[in-house]
């Protein structure tokens, strides 16, 4: 077994370190979400953090970790009797993003439950957990169903498994820590909600601290076990300090103000339900505790408040999470009331500092100007920033042409809105989500088929239909039914998937004319944010002047996608052809990725090719290519003013998709109903 790197010895991450610590310290807190680019540490600390916990007793030969002083009462391995008992290290399980239901939450043999009335159960990797750590690396590209029974699960302390009547339930409470990279796609807001805390990681800018970080890593790489063994003390004393910080814990006062602070800082940054209010008491407490204190004081409760908020703050997912630090001090500051005696410094952490490191962590990694703006504004094209030649109503002034052949600045994006939904015809078989029809594990039953491999969701009444007949030759005497596994049928299930929505927008001078860009983005948002609603991959590629560029290849993060959005210049000609000659290709890349997957084309025009020679009759050979594929497709017709050409539908019959207006786009629309995106054969039909 590897030498897992020391948690002291990681360099820097104070409020990684801190909210792991406090989580050891108190699981209830609810567990930790890094946010973090590649290369931060951040599993580095996660792994290492299993060999700080506390040795745990449990009892002899149970599977479900049982604690041998209150042994859980429904164990499926119980009842068990006070005696025989073991001491081991508590375990750290990693949950792959790729696994099963089944293996996440354990597994029974229906066959042996039907034929026997047996409770066969196979645990799962929360049985595994269970007084430990459960770890999910990327826990945003896990599927969302996962994600949903894992918190349930942290969050009830148990786990429930059922399965045609037949159910198990096991004690299921562990340390739950997700990492994610926000480049790859987000979290859905529920989901956010229920991890106790969020810490944000970067590398640090400082030339010495990475130096240091890199001669650490070589040391442990040359040589593991010498290198933890120069760490040994400062591992020991963390642990001992977890120990009795746990046994402080139940002693620690929560008192009337500071009960009201966290309330008033709750109220003051207009925070949903009160799952905050909870996980900041906690949180509170358990800092209270690490410090060796008896007492929650004021700045227990800020450093809660950095800790718990920034994540529950997001209304959609292109804000940055964070919190106003100055209003979070005058919060304080305001409903203070009687907590102002100072306690003194309290013990010191494994870096010197009051909590656990050298500055007690505290907020979001600083950045300087330049570092925030290069975090958060992409590189602009021949030298536009991202709020030049914007004007009070969303539009741009007109430009002098330039070496952009005519192109003008970025425009701000008009407010989104919410949008029909569009979706791609017939059934597919691609990853969960909620755009478009699909078969998958979870949805209604719609009928049933032989199991491929191990059977998940039974069809009891195919399953009992097929043993009917056989069951005088079988020998049946008794009232229970004999099945075999040739009987079993598997439940065939339709839900929705994902989809790869490509957005192929039209940036042409065209698109530009009379403030038309600002109203296009917008809908382009509203869109974008429709696909992060239901789970879809976004791609984007703009076409103008001469050419089409990919502005973002097909990934999960439409915050990426909406930042592209936002930077996008427009101005020269129109080459339609050379945007959907290159969406083509992009999606022939993609379907050898992901074939699974299935994609809507949404090109955002007003139908007008003039870019290269014959854009017209070029454009339109591009268009049938989709068509031929039966790629689904809808064109939004930017097209504005009284004399319109109908450019647009004549694109969208190319494509073999339906035209909507950026009117017809909204959801609470005079047309009102749900747009489908129309397939060749149905409007053939």
Known sequence: MSTPFPF?????????????????????????????????????????????MPALDAVTGCRFSCDPASPDPACPDGPHERGASETRPARMVELPVGASEDRLVGALDIERALAEGVKAFEPGLLADAHRGILYVDEVNLLHDHLVDLLLDAAAMGASYVEREGVSVRHAARFLLVGTMNPEEGELRPQLLDRFGLTVEVAASREPDQRVEVVRRRLAHDDDPEAFAARWADEEAAVRARITAARELLPSVRLGDAALRQIAATCAAFEVDGMR?????????????????????????????????LPHRRRRNPFDAPGLDEDKLDETLEE???????????GPQGPEGGPDGGPDGGGGLPPQSGDEAADATVPPQGDGAGPDAGRSEGGGAEPQPAGPGAGEQSPVRAAEPFRTKTLSVPGIGEGAAGRRSRARTEHGRTTGARRPRGTLTKLHLAA???????????RGRTGPGLVVRR???????????????????????????????MGAVKGAVLSLLLDAYQRRDKVGLVTFRGSAADVALPPTSSVDAAA???ESLPTGGRTPLAAGLLRAHDVLRVERLRDPARRALVVVVTDGRATGGPEPVATAGRAARLFAAEGVASVVVDCESGPVRLGLAGELAAELGGTAVTLDELRADSIAGLVKNVQGTSRRAA
Not at 27 to 52: D, F, H, I, N, Q
Not at 335 to 345: I, L, R, T, V
Not at 486 to 513: C, I, K, P, T, Y
Request: without cysteine; proline residues 3%; glycine residues 8%.
């Open 8 to 52: 002291t010895a990681v360099v820097g991450q104070d409020d990684l370190r801190l909210a792991l610590l406090l989580n050891a310290v108190s699981p209830a807190v609810g567990g930790v979400l890094v946010r973090g680019e590649k290369g931060t540490a951040k599993s580095t600390a996660v792994r290492a953090l299993s060999a700080l």
């Open 276 to 308: 905050a209010d909870i996980v900041m008491a906690r949180t509170a407490t358990a800092l209270a505790a690490w410090a060796g204190r008896t007492d929650v004081l004021a700045e227990d409760v800020r450093q809660a408040a950095l800790l718990a």
């Open 335 to 345: 409903f203070g009331g009687s907590d102002d005696e100072d306690p003194g410094p």
């Open 463 to 473: 399953t009992v239909h097929a043993a009917a007949p056989h069951q005088r030759a």
């Open 486 to 516: 040739d009987d079993l049928r598997q439940a065939v299930r339709e839900g929705r998937e994902g989809n790869l929505v490509l957005f192929v927008v039209d940036a042409s001078g065209s698109m530009a004319a009379r403030q038309r």
């Open 563 to 565: 930042v592209r959005l």
